[in-house]
C-alpha cells in the first residue's frame, strides 16, 4: 500500500544523474489526489478553469479533478473510451478516442467535431495520444491497443498499419510522417520543435525513437532510437522548457513511475510511483506541478521546472 513520505526530501524522487539535482525541489513530495480509476489515462492542464481532465479508458468515463476544491466529478460519462488528450492553439480539447477511432475536439460550447476518423478510405486503428504543434497542425499515434479486445474499446481488425499521423485541421487533410514504428505510443515536440519524441511499445526491447522535424515543418527525417528502454516500458511523456523528456514508465518493481531524460538521451532522475506510470502533464499556477497517472490512481508532485509548450 502506498503511503505518503513523511520526510523531506522525499526519498521516491531519485538522482539518477547529478543534472537531476536542479530540479527536485527539497521540500516537495508526491501527492496522491484521487483513487479509483481502473486505467488512468491523458491528463491535460486547464489553466484557465484550475482544473485538470483524465481518462479512465475501461470504465468509458473522464474525470475532473479541480485545483480549488480537490473535488473529483465526472466530466464526460460515455466518454467512448477516450485515451489521450491535449488542447489546441485556440483553448480547445483535442482526445483521442478508442471508441469512434477518431480525434475529436471539443468546442467552446461543449459540443464534440471529429477531426478524423479514416484515412484514405480506411478505419483508423484507435487513435492513443496527441500533441499540437504551433501552426495548429495535430500530430498523433495510432496503435491497435484500443480495438484488440473490448475492454478499452470495441474488438475490431486493423484497416491501417499502426502509422503516425499529421492532421492539418484548416483543410481536413492528413498525411503519415512515420510508417516505421512498430504500435506508436506516446509522442511529443521538443520545446523549440525541431524534435519529435514517439514510444515504440511493440519494440523489443521497447524504446523512444526521435526525429528532427524538416524545415517545411510538416514532414520527418533522420529516425533514430533516442532510448533503448531496456527492461522499462515508456508511454506517454512531456518536455519541460530545458528540453529534458519526463517519461511515463514501467516495467516492474523499482521501475514503475516516471523517467527523466536529458536532451542527449542520458536517464537523470526517477520519480517512484505504486505503479506503472500510463501518461503526465506539467500544470499549475506555474505549469510546475507535474500530475501523473498511474493504473488506479492520480499523483502530483511539484517540480523545479515548468512544462514546454503547456496551454
Given at each position: 500500500m502506498w503511503q505518503p513520505s513523511e520526510i523531506y526530501p522525499d526519498p521516491s524522487i531519485e538522482i539518477l544523474d547529478a543534472r537531476f539535482e536542479r530540479y527536485r525541489l527539497s521540500l516537495s513530495a508526491?501527492?496522491?489526489?484521487?483513487?479509483?480509476?481502473?486505467?488512468?489515462?491523458?491528463?491535460?492542464?486547464?489553466g484557465d478553469g484550475r482544473f485538470l481532465l483524465w481518462s479512465d479508458i475501461p470504465n468509458n468515463r473522464m474525470l475532473r479533478w479541480d485545483e480549488e476544491t480537490g473535488g473529483v466529478t465526472h466530466f464526460r460519462k460515455p466518454s467512448d473510451y477516450t485515451n489521450g488528450h491535449t488542447r489546441d492553439r485556440q483553448g480547445r480539447l483535442i482526445s483521442c478516442q478508442h471508441g469512434t477511432r477518431s480525434v475529436t475536439r471539443t468546442e467552446y460550447d461543449g459540443t464534440i467535431t471529429t477531426l478524423i476518423d479514416r484515412f484514405e478510405g480506411k478505419r483508423l486503428n484507435s487513435p492513443n495520444d496527441v500533441t499540437v504543434?504551433?501552426?495548429?497542425?495535430i500530430w498523433f499515434t495510432d496503435p491497435t491497443f484500443g480495438i484488440g479486445g473490448d475492454y478499452e474499446g470495441h474488438r475490431a481488425t486493423p484497416e491501417l498499419p499502426t502509422n503516425v499521423y499529421r492532421l492539418d485541421p484548416a483543410t481536413g487533410e492528413a498525411m503519415?510522417?512515420?510508417a516505421d514504428i512498430d504500435h506508436p505510443n506516446g509522442i511529443c515536440f521538443s520545446p523549440d520543435e525541431t524534435r519529435l519524441y514517439i514510444a515504440e511499445s511493440n519494440a523489443k526491447p521497447k524504446r523512444i525513437r526521435v526525429y528532427d522535424v524538416a524545415t517545411d515543418g510538416q514532414t520527418l527525417t533522420n529516425g533514430r532510437v533516442f532510448v533503448d528502454c531496456g527492461e522499462g516500458a515508456p508511454d506517454g511523456f512531456r518536455?519541460?522548457?530545458?528540453?529534458?523528456?519526463?517519461?511515463?514508465?514501467?516495467?516492474?518493481?523499482?521501475?514503475?513511475?516516471?523517467?527523466?531524460?536529458?536532451?542527449?538521451?542520458?536517464?537523470?532522475?526517477?520519480?517512484h510511483l505504486p505503479n506503472r506510470c500510463a501518461n503526465l502533464c506539467f500544470g499549475g499556477r506555474a505549469k510546475n506541478r507535474l500530475f501523473m497517472v498511474a493504473g488506479q490512481s492520480l499523483f502530483s508532485l511539484?517540480?523545479?521546472?515548468?512544462?514546454?509548450?503547456?496551454?
Open positions: 508526491v501527492e496522491k489526489l484521487n483513487d479509483g480509476t481502473r486505467w488512468g489515462e491523458g491528463p491535460v492542464w486547464f504543434k504551433s501552426d495548429n497542425s503519415v510522417v512515420a518536455c519541460d522548457v530545458d528540453g529534458n523528456l519526463w517519461c511515463g514508465w514501467g516495467g516492474g518493481a523499482g521501475l514503475n513511475g516516471v523517467r527523466v531524460f536529458a536532451p542527449d538521451g542520458a536517464a537523470i532522475g526517477h520519480i511539484y517540480v523545479n521546472t515548468r512544462g514546454a509548450n503547456s496551454v
